[in-house]
DNA sequence: CTCAGTGCAAAGGATTTGCATGCCG
DNA sequence: CGGCATGCAAATCCTTTGCACTGAG
């Protein structure tokens, strides 16, 4: 998606919301474009000097409320954020067990429908109701090798 | 894995790392063989009241470190705690996105080992040296419906 | 006896919030 | 103008740690 789609759809999912897209949204939308997987909140603050903590802080939560960004957790306590697959398309992640780092991956669309289906099955029987899956293969990036 | 057996496993991976299989560490691990999926600490505080905060909080990092439980992290900010697989099988997460109660699913093998070959090929391409992989269904759950 | 494990309370660190100020609509 | 967003600093909450004590070998 190019980048003014993204500000336009960003735009009218904040208005979903009743929030405005203002200049630190769109600042926090653009460092999280640049990224190659989820940032962490001390890459935001390095990315954009101009952003205070808490700024981020409050407007990654509405962002997040409005379905434009996501919160990705690892086991090493940080939180970590990436636009929504509507804005990037659904995605995976690669994470190296050694130094946390994240990054993106895609499997190609044969494999994702298998999968699929067997995750719906798997929930009907939980009497579930299945949204999103979640797929992250844990191991050693190419640096920590 | 029969309660005997996990117990006599688990003693010998804490010997592994010079590590005894304390009181408190057998009532920990009771208490994660419990659940139907991982248990946050106020969980496991409230199911046996015997054991102190710092006590579960130290012991379960030990336990990580030995490759007893494993840590599983949503995104509402509480850890929460499992036996490892080696000890109950691999296994998958239903997440409910309202209450994010966590509960434990399976596939069958044959999705399993497609799913694994893709995930190896995606590595491969990336450099990264692929380990345990790990798939979370987001939804709704039964009581959220 | 000795040393790892325990329990309490205090410290640490990521995240959240109160409040005064500034800016967009 | 009016109200929401912002920025700073203080507060909050999960988690970790220091230290004296206890218990297993």
């Known amino acids: 998606m190019s980048a003014t789609n993204v500000d336009d759809t960003v735009t009218a999912m904040l208005h979903q919301v009743d929030q405005r897209y203002t200049t630190s ?65 659904h995605h995976h992640h690669l994470i190296c067990t050694n130094c946390d780092m994240v990054t993106d991956f895609t499997l190609d669309t044969g494999i994702e429908s298998v999968l699929e289906k067997a995750l719906a099955g798997a929930a009907r029987k939980a009497g579930f109701q299945p949204g999103a899956h979640r797929l992250d293969l844990l191991g050693t990036c190419k640096a920590c090798r």
């Open 25 to 89: 949204r769109r600042r926090l939308v653009a460092s999280l474009q640049t990224g190659e997987g989820p940032l962490t909140i001390t890459q935001i603050v390095d990315a954009d000097e101009t952003l205070p903590q808490s700024t981020i802080y409050r407007n990654l939560n509405i962002l997040e409320e409005a379905g434009v960004v996501t919160r990705v957790t690892t086991s090493d306590g940080f939180s970590r954020y990436e636009l929504t697959e509507e804005l990037t398309g």
